[in-house]
């Protein structure tokens, strides 16, 4: 049925235009074969794709752009797709991340100097699904994600194999001599074989768990294969569905309020999510002018166990997630347990209480439940503070080793993960297994971009000795498919002069995470007379995105996001082009 609403919109500001600049709006877009009627004041529904080949994750978003088109045809409104920035991870150097703030920027400009009155969002990879809500946030019109579902599950000589996850693996297998490089050849294509995010439980999948927990996409959205016809249908109903949330005026800021971050964070800790959340909802409620802070991420999650066995830390993959039943029947349990705010509105305009109340899980080894968890409350992702990290530091426990998460061990100091790929294959590197590897100058404004190097590799004569595991300490990230004893994140930065620019090669620190502790054992007075001696870096850009990164970019706390970016500017119409 089509759903006609004669209140003016946005979009008649363009297309209900009389005279030279009506004229202008409509005839340019009849170029395209589009007849007079769409222009008769109908929603207008622009799609952002982050479609691109540079981007594999998201390749196939075309196709599920066709799909929205469809569902808001059927309503009487009027689809137009537009490109926004592909925040690929896989080929973008330094990072993706760099680019998150971007992407944010262009979304938020694209949708409000466009005749749009809602937009629907697909995203994929990791740093497009953050990147489109933050941009969608701060233009406040409605708003409906669809992210593009993961890849089937990795199939390598009869074994399930994850994205990212076996990577690491892998990496680990040939210097071990356990794989030739002819294998690692095949395993590519095996890992990889069909459209779609990565499937294990790493950014990506994360985030889409966190769209969805945040009310931003349809129940049980995360997790369809991405080749799987459901994904196209459930694309098909949010293009319809964005037609209605249009005419009821529902919007990013009633959808997202502290009250769905407090969802999306117990969420998080029950799918056993990425670090990486961390910093996306923190940048994206920035935007909404929610208070959220890190702390929250560790009160919050401390009584959740983690319910979903998938990888990193656990045995399973998205497809499974999926065919068990997906993120509605986690819903469901952490309703059942009182850990979900049951009455917060989604985009279907329900409560997302009433969108769970039927899910029911099918395979109940990988989504297990709150009585008997795959892993207990308390041993997820922790936050730290202490004297090297005085605004605080993350750890995942769960895809760290339980007898490291208390060690005291001697500093081995790197200034750059070159610094440290540069040694780590030495036979005779001076490293012995309770060492503790720094890696500094990664962080937001010291890369720049905040890359995922902070699980750098065990080194190469440690692995061969049996050693599978190290503390680590950086101020960058971690993949969300890593895992490892790494504590990142670390705040301030050394760029900035954190105390993690302090600490030198044969100090020891102490990793306590049971008291949410990361100290140097060193002096007041001498972390002080150390500060007075340190120097920031000779700025490295004066000019280009680089410079402005450099300049506006906010520390992890702060979710990363530029100064000037924070918070909305509202969907204003702005003034005539011509
Ligand atoms: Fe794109 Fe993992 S690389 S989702
Ligand atoms: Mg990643």
Same mark, same amino acid.
Not at 4 to 33: C, D, E, I, V
Not at 306 to 317: A, H, I, N
């Given at each position: 049925?089509?759903?006609?609403?004669?209140?003016?919109?946005?979009?008649?500001?363009?297309?209900?235009?009389?005279?030279?600049?009506?004229?202008?709006?409509?005839?340019?877009?009849?170029?395209?074969?589009?007849?007079?009627?769409?222009?008769?004041?109908?929603?207008?529904?622009?799609?952002?794709?982050?479609?691109?080949?540079?981007?594999?994750?998201?390749?196939?978003?075309?196709?599920?752009?066709?799909?929205?088109?469809?569902?808001?045809?059927?309503?009487?409104?009027?689809?137009?797709?537009?490109?926004? %920035?592909?925040?690929?991870?896989?080929?973008?150097?330094?990072?993706?991340?760099?680019?998150?703030?971007?992407?944010?920027?262009?979304?938020?400009?694209?949708?409000?100097?466009?005749?749009?009155?809602?937009?629907?969002?697909?995203?994929?990879?990791?740093?497009?699904?953050?990147?489109?809500?933050?941009?969608?946030?701060?233009?406040?019109?409605?708003?409906?994600?669809?992210?593009?579902?993961?890849?089937?599950?990795?199939?390598?000589?009869?074994?399930?194999?994850?994205?990212?996850?076996?990577?690491?693996?892998?990496?680990?297998?040939?210097?071990?001599?356990?794989?030739?490089?002819?294998?690692?050849?095949?395993?590519?294509?095996?890992?990889?074989?069909?459209?779609?995010?990565?499937?294990?439980?790493?950014?990506?999948?994360?985030?889409?768990?966190?769209?969805?927990?945040?009310?931003?996409?349809?129940?049980?959205?995360?997790?369809?294969?991405?080749?799987?016809?459901?994904?196209?249908?459930?694309?098909?109903?949010?293009?319809?569905?964005?037609?209605?949330?249009?005419?009821?005026?529902?919007?990013?800021?009633?959808?997202?309020?502290?009250?769905?971050?407090?969802?999306?964070?117990?969420?998080?800790?029950?799918?056993?999510?990425?670090?990486?959340?961390?910093?996306?909802?923190?940048?994206?409620?920035?935007?909404?002018?929610?208070?959220?802070?890190?702390?929250?991420?560790?009160?919050?999650?401390?009584?959740?166990?983690?319910?979903?066995?998938?990888?990193?830390?656990?045995?399973?993959?998205?497809?499974?997630?999926?065919?068990?039943?997906?993120?509605?029947?986690?819903?469901?349990?952490?309703?059942?347990?009182?850990?979900?705010?049951?009455?917060?509105?989604?985009?279907?305009?329900?409560?997302?209480?009433?969108?769970?109340?039927?899910?029911?899980?099918?395979?109940?080894?990988?989504?297990?439940?709150?009585?008997?968890?795959?892993?207990?409350?308390?041993?997820?992702?922790?936050?730290?503070?202490?004297?090297?990290?005085?605004?605080?530091?993350?750890?995942?426990?769960?895809?760290?080793?339980?007898?490291? %998460?208390?060690?005291?061990?001697?500093?081995?100091?790197?200034?750059?993960?070159?610094?440290?790929?540069?040694?780590?294959?030495?036979?005779?590197?001076?490293?012995?297994?309770?060492?503790?590897?720094?890696?500094?100058?990664?962080?937001?404004?010291?890369?720049?971009?905040?890359?995922?190097?902070?699980?750098?590799?065990?080194?190469?004569?440690?692995?061969?000795?049996?050693?599978?595991?190290?503390?680590?300490?950086?101020?960058?990230?971690?993949?969300?498919?890593?895992?490892?004893?790494?504590?990142?994140?670390?705040?301030?930065?050394?760029?900035?002069?954190?105390?993690?620019?302090?600490?030198?090669?044969?100090?020891?620190?102490?990793?306590?995470?049971?008291?949410?502790?990361?100290?140097?054992?060193?002096?007041?007075?001498?972390?002080?007379?150390?500060?007075?001696?340190?120097?920031?870096?000779?700025?490295?850009?004066?000019?280009?995105?680089?410079?402005?990164?450099?300049?506006?970019?906010?520390?992890?706390?702060?979710?990363?996001?530029?100064?000037?970016?924070?918070?909305?500017?509202?969907?204003?119409?702005?003034?005539?082009?011509?």
């Amino acid at each position: 049925m089509a759903v006609k609403n004669l209140t003016p919109r946005r979009s008649h500001a363009w297309f209900g235009a009389t005279g030279r600049s009506g004229m202008a709006h409509r005839s340019w877009m009849r170029n395209q074969g589009f007849g007079p009627d769409v222009f008769d004041g109908r929603p207008v529904i622009g799609i952002a794709t982050t479609w691109s080949e540079l981007a594999p994750c998201n390749a196939h978003l075309h196709r599920v752009a066709e799909a929205v088109k469809r569902g808001v045809w059927q309503m009487g409104a009027f689809p137009l797709e537009f490109p926004a %920035l592909a925040t690929g991870e896989t080929l973008m150097r330094p990072t993706a991340m760099f680019y998150r703030n971007l992407l944010a920027m262009e979304s938020e400009e694209l949708i409000r100097s466009n005749p749009l009155d809602g937009v629907v969002l697909l995203s994929g990879c990791d740093k497009t699904t953050p990147g489109l809500l933050m941009g969608a946030a701060s233009v406040d019109i409605p708003a409906i994600m669809v992210t593009g579902g993961p890849m089937l599950n990795g199939k390598y000589k009869g074994q399930d194999v994850g994205s990212g996850t076996h990577v690491w693996k892998f990496e680990e297998d040939l210097k071990t001599g356990v794989m030739t490089e002819a294998d690692l050849t095949y395993a590519e294509g095996c890992m990889s074989r069909s459209n779609g995010h990565c499937m294990t439980m790493g950014t990506a999948s994360t985030m889409a768990c966190m769209a969805e927990a945040l009310g931003m996409q349809l129940p049980g959205s995360a997790t369809w294969p991405a080749v799987d016809a459901r994904r196209y249908e459930t694309a098909e109903r949010a293009g319809k569905r964005i037609v209605e949330l249009v005419n009821e005026d529902l919007r990013p800021s009633q959808i997202m309020t502290r009250a769905a971050f407090e969802n999306a964070i117990r969420t998080n800790a029950a799918i056993g999510g990425s670090t990486n959340a961390i910093i996306h909802l923190l940048a994206i409620a920035g935007r909404l002018g929610v208070e959220l802070e890190l702390n929250d991420f560790d009160e919050l999650a401390r009584p959740i166990p983690t319910l979903v066995d998938l990888m990193p830390s656990g045995r399973f993959l998205m497809e499974d997630f999926c065919y068990a039943g997906g993120l509605p029947v986690v819903h469901k349990e952490l309703a059942d347990a009182g850990f979900l705010h049951t009455e917060q509105i989604t985009v279907t305009g329900q409560s997302i209480g009433a969108n769970v109340a039927d899910a029911e899980c099918w395979n109940s080894e990988v989504i297990r439940t709150f009585t008997e968890p795959y892993q207990d409350a308390g041993t997820g992702t922790a936050i730290l503070h202490g004297n090297l990290a005085p605004n605080g530091a993350v750890i995942k426990q769960s895809a760290a080793t339980p007898e490291l %998460l208390q060690h005291t061990g001697r500093a081995l100091v790197f200034d750059s993960p070159e610094e440290y790929h540069a040694v780590c294959d030495d036979p005779d590197m001076d490293v012995d297994p309770s060492d503790v590897l720094v890696i500094r100058y990664a962080g937001p404004k010291g890369y720049p971009g905040m890359p995922e190097v902070s699980n750098v590799p065990i080194p190469t004569k440690l692995l061969k000795a049996g050693v599978t595991d190290m503390v680590r300490i950086c101020d960058g990230r971690m993949s969300g498919t890593g895992y490892g004893t790494v504590v990142l994140h670390v705040a301030p930065e050394a760029a900035l002069g954190g105390p993690l620019a302090l600490v030198r090669t044969g100090d020891t620190v102490t990793l306590d995470v049971a008291a949410r502790s990361i100290m140097m054992n060193v002096s007041d007075e001498e972390i002080e007379r150390r500060r007075a001696a340190w120097k920031p870096k000779d700025p490295e850009y004066t000019s280009g995105y680089a410079w402005l990164y450099v300049e506006h970019v906010l520390q992890a706390p702060q979710g990363a996001d530029f100064d000037f970016l924070q918070g909305s500017r509202g969907h204003k119409v702005p003034r005539e082009s011509h």
